[in-house]
């Protein structure tokens, strides 16, 4: 191995960033105060108009890992192509400016992609924290097979976009999934590279994925935008013997995105959102309606009750769970539970065929 190779940085952090001078010096610590050292942090302000830049701009001096490109507003997901062109790491891990990660994230990772080099896509449990970073509730553990591209399409999502670790020369070739997408560049990116290769995962709480009122992630206008998009792309990505998942998939997130619209008074398009959840997948729809149904019922029972406060992202045991996200059960959420292990079986099958086929193709 040369000199020069040596001192490549073997992890590009790449954190895109859009008008986030309240959370990036706290994005940047939870990185730099991480146990693997061998990085490179590529900041990319996209376009702020806020002191985001300004706040970076001194942490340059004291920690020569860290870069800052700046660029006019493009998206996120052209954001994180432009920090992606810039890292030269054996592997890439996104990080949005209002996440955190546990120091020992990535060197969990990348002891696991250093023990199983096959590996392209590695991701961690997940714990939602609130504007102050204390915890909201841990996400349902996730325990995906190392072929998943249709359970992901399915489900939405392995981890999270901060949650991953990717091998560069794979996330290269995906990244062209995302172009023109302003959210959900997570999934097309999570399906272009399962497609293809075998993913896999560190069973612990070593992100936190930074829920406020009023983000993107909120938005579900954009939400159902890129959607429609990300259907579009993964119709051309899933197999034919699958496209039955495309439909529920479709269907479920038409299903989701309904419910937020009711949240937002949008009546309407709620209802045309349900009516053609409706159509794809019948079945499952009428049950996760009848399960909303239940969900408010008991929201309005417990509505008098108050809740303590989480603890600290930074102060939890990655390894146990501490705030269990609550399920609400009822007779409807067990038959969509029960409906749904019964399709994961079928999903796990088509993937296996896909898996298959790439190692005999």
């Not at 489900?155 to 959900?184: F, Q």
């Amino acid at each position: 191995m040369s000199e020069q190779r040596r001192r490549q940085p073997l992890v590009s952090v790449v954190i895109a960033a859009h008008n986030r001078q309240a959370t990036i010096a706290e994005t940047l610590a939870s990185v730099t105060n991480g146990t693997y050292r061998n990085v490179e942090i590529i900041v990319v302000d996209d376009g702020s108009t806020d002191a985001t830049a300004a706040t970076v701009e001194p942490l340059l001096k004291h920690d020569p890992r860290i870069r800052l490109l700046r660029r006019d507003w493009g998206g996120v997901a052209a954001a994180y192509s432009a920090g992606l062109r810039e890292a030269r790491g054996d592997y890439v891990a996104y990080l949005d400016s209002d996440d955190l990660w546990h120091p020992a994230k990535l060197e969990k990772q990348v002891a696991l992609a250093q023990a199983e080099p096959e590996l392209a896509f590695i991701y961690t449990f997940l714990r939602m924290i609130d504007a102050n970073g204390r915890v909201m509730h841990d996400v349902p553990e996730q325990r995906y097979p190392r072929r998943a591209l249709c359970r992901s399409l399915y489900e939405s999502l392995a981890g999270a976009n901060s949650s991953a670790l990717m091998r560069r020369s794979v996330l290269i070739e995906a990244d062209k999934h995302t172009k023109g997408l302003h959210s959900r560049q997570d999934l097309m990116l999570q399906l272009g590279i399962f497609a293809n290769h075998p993913i896999g995962f560190v069973p612990e709480y070593l992100a936190a994925y930074r829920y406020t009122h009023g983000s993107l992630s909120a938005d579900a206008g954009a939400m159902l935008e890129s959607w429609r998009i990300v259907a579009g792309r993964a119709a051309g990505i899933v197999p034919r013997h699958a496209g039955r998942v495309c439909r529920w998939a479709e269907a479920r997130q038409y299903s989701e995105l309904a419910e937020a619209f009711v949240w937002q008074r949008k009546y309407a398009a709620a209802a045309k959102l349900s009516l053609a959840a409706l159509w794809r997948d019948p079945v499952r729809t009428t049950l996760n309606f009848l399960h909303s149904l239940e969900r408010l019922a008991t929201r309005a029972r417990r509505r008098q009750k108050s809740e303590t406060e989480g603890p600290r992202f930074d102060a939890c045991d990655p390894l146990l769970q501490i705030r269990p996200k609550e399920i609400f059960a009822g007779t409807a959420g067990r038959l969509v539970e029960a409906l749904d292990q019964r399709r994961l079986r079928m999903i796990s099958a088509f993937d296996q065929r896909i898996g298959d086929a790439g190692r005999h193709g």
